[in-house]
């Protein structure tokens, strides 16, 4: 029986001994914790105490409580799976998102008319309640298992001047592209990334485990006149999944001659 001697509520110094446990190693990544009757011999406390102990380490993501199976100790974070956040253009000015091809839906998309947040008005230059075509994909890479929610936002005032986006808002970023260069436009893109912990609907369609914040990454297409034409939103799980993109070197305007 280990000996608990340090400072602090009783579940609290169980749940420091079961820390150290996990990063010495003594407790390997994705291993079993030992049962609550076992812990409960071993640190010579009672049930609510292991458990309450139990419940802050999962609260920290050093657990994961598998319902009829037990507690079992996260992985060690590596990430399983590495996205390319870059946009490439073929010869015949067709467009290919790298990573595009690993994706299948386990959904059937889902079309449907919106309205901008603060959040999406405001990467798209718009006001609140404007409207918007907006399509939802759930993503599965078959390889890991990684799940990805996708999302792609449409403003209304685009779709009438494009009118084959509004006969088809759903089809795939790379194909949105190609429409929009065919009506006429010159595309350049902003992304930004996030992080935050998920929703109630985010952390069952990505099946996280507990205490697994989300990595939200938004992509807006710009015309050439930098006015938004589409928002398109990326939501994993920040345990499984890491971004990679390639950096260039953008030509600095020119600077006067001095007088």
Not at 54 to 65: H, K, P, Q, T
Not at 184 to 212: F, I, K, Y
């Amino acid at each position: 029986m280990s000996e608990i001697q340090r400072p602090g509520a009783l579940y609290q110094q169980v749940a420091a001994a079961i820390r150290e446990a996990i990063l010495s190693g003594e407790f390997a990544p994705e291993s079993l914790l030992p049962s609550e009757a076992q812990l409960m011999a071993r640190y010579g406390v009672s049930r609510p105490t292991v458990r309450n102990a139990i419940a802050a380490l999962r609260a920290e993501g050093l657990i994961d409580v598998r319902h009829g199976k037990g507690s079992f100790v996260r992985s060690s974070g590596q990430p399983v799976l590495t996205i390319e956040r870059r946009v490439s253009c073929t010869a015949e000015g067709k467009f290919v998102m790298p990573n595009g091809d690993i994706w299948q839906e386990a959904e059937k998309p889902h079309t449907y008319r919106t309205r901008t947040t603060k959040d999406t008005g405001r990467l798209l230059q718009l006001d609140t309640e404007e409207a918007l075509f907006g399509c939802d994909r759930l993503l599965v890479d078959p390889n890991t298992g990684t799940r990805a929610m996708h999302r792609t936002l449409i403003p209304f005032q685009v779709a009438e001047a494009v009118p084959l986006l509004g006969a088809e808002p759903c089809k795939p970023p790379a194909a949105i592209y190609w429409v929009l260069t065919q009506a006429g436009h010159t595309l350049s893109w902003n992304e930004t990334v996030r992080a935050h912990m998920p929703l109630p609907d985010e952390r069952t369609a990505l099946q996280l485990p507990d205490a697994t914040p989300v990595l939200h990454v938004a992509r807006t297409a710009h015309s050439a006149d930098s006015r938004p034409l589409l928002l398109e939103e990326l939501r994993f799980g920040a345990d499984r999944t890491e971004l990679a993109y390639r950096l260039t070197t953008d030509q600095q305007p020119a600077r006067g001659a001095r007088a």
